[in-house]
């Protein structure tokens, strides 16, 4: 611990609501507990074109509420070259960076994993995607808001489902977890989700045709996640035209509305708790470690968990939801 001076602290890959939160977090408690802090900007490609600032307090005021991240984001493809990491290695030991914070999803918490191992680096990660995908964590930072987000737009269309009696199939994010799917048709009385853990076991759309869905109600919901297997709402759509064309069928891609917004009390609080948490960490010598909640509680994550590992969707979920869409 003692050669640890100075913290950077960067977001990547996709953005999340209550990245701010973190960032401020990390910034706080580093600076509470006699650490400089350096933020740097547009993830890991900051660090090779040497956009990095100074980080007081007075940096990450008033931005818990705000969503997005004052430090930008941005996919770096040279990081994912040998050459690029010893760039942004050189950068760090030139602004005499000893330690770094990441906020970002899987890629960024891989690509901090593959770069605290070559250099020694210490790297501890927060979990922020909006998709809840990592292992070893109950929830990830930017998820609630998302869900919360998905709820007030499903809401609205199902007055306008209700008013024509259609089925809509409304897409959202979640490329490879069906999380915001599934709990978003819970939270807004859907008929069903349709999400990509099950997507190749079972054809879910001929199960919920075949269920007689729709008998007794004038209008349905279904929330899609998108997903190269299924071809998203589109390519459900297209085979409702094609296969039961009775149907009047509509669709609707939430798309990155998603992603924006203030973040929910819970996310701020969340986002709080493991940006602290990340500096505890660093002071007890955790190295390579995500931070993680689990049953309220915090935990360190190895980064080779975290990410190698999928996280199972609870299936009990999938059993309420059609119980209560009958
Ligand atoms: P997310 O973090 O939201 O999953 P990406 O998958 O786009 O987003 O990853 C963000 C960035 O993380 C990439 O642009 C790259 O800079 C870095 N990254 C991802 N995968 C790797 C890897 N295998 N090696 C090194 N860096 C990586």
Known sequence: MADIKCIGILTSGGDAPGMNAAIRAVTRSAIYNGFKVKGIYRGYKGLLTDEIEDFKTQNVSNIIQAGGTILKTARCKEFQTPEGRQLAYDTLRRHEIDALVVIGGDGSLTGARIFANEFNFPCIGLPGTIDNDLFGTDKTIGYDTALNTIMECVDKIRDTATSHERLFFIEVMGRDAGF???????????????????????????????NGFRKSKNSSIVLVAESPVTGGAMGLAERVHREYPAYDVRVSILGHLQRGGSPTATDRILASRMGAAAIDALMEDQRNVMIGIQNDQIVYVPFSKAIKNDKPIDRTLLETLRKLSI
């Open 180 to 210: 915001l799917a599934l709990n978003g048709a819970i939270a807004t009385g859907a008929e069903a989700a349709i999400i990509p853990e099950i997507s190749t076991e079972v054809d879910q759309l001929a199960e919920l045709i075949s």
